[in-house]
């Protein structure tokens, strides 16, 4: 059974940083490419950032970059998304993604609220 599932969400001021952490079960984590999204109120799912399966390449949204960073471990089975300097628009569920050209696998999601 394979399971992706993030953690580290929450509520944080504007200017403050957040590591979210997603972990991966069932799969051989080391083939995947992995990917962050959001997904804000009345907006659709946006790709904010993604790693190869070595993770010698990534590549991320120009509205997060300079301030986020996308980070895997291997060993862990386990990808990260590193944000500071973060903003109100910032604010939405993020979801981690695990994906192959055949197919891929969802988080169910983390909040993150940037509010003062």
């Known amino acids: 059974q394979v399971q992706v599932v993030e953690s580290g969400g929450g509520l944080v001021q504007p200017g403050g940083s957040l590591t979210l952490s997603c972990a991966a079960s069932g799969i051989t984590f080391s083939i995947y490419s992995m990917s962050w999204h959001r997904q804000a109120p009345g907006k659709e799912r946006e790709l904010v950032a993604t790693?190869?399966?070595?993770?010698?390449?990534?590549n991320y949204a120009d509205s997060v970059k300079g301030r986020f960073t996308i980070s895997r471990d291997n060993t862990k089975n386990t990808v990260y998304l590193q944000m500071n300097s973060l903003k109100p628009e910032d604010t939405a569920v993020y979801y981690c993604?695990?994906?192959?050209?055949?197919?891929?696998?969802w988080g169910q999601g983390t909040q993150v609220t940037v509010s003062s």
């Open positions: 993604r695990a994906f192959l050209i055949r197919g891929a696998y």
């Open positions: 790693i190869s399966s070595s993770g010698g390449s990534t």
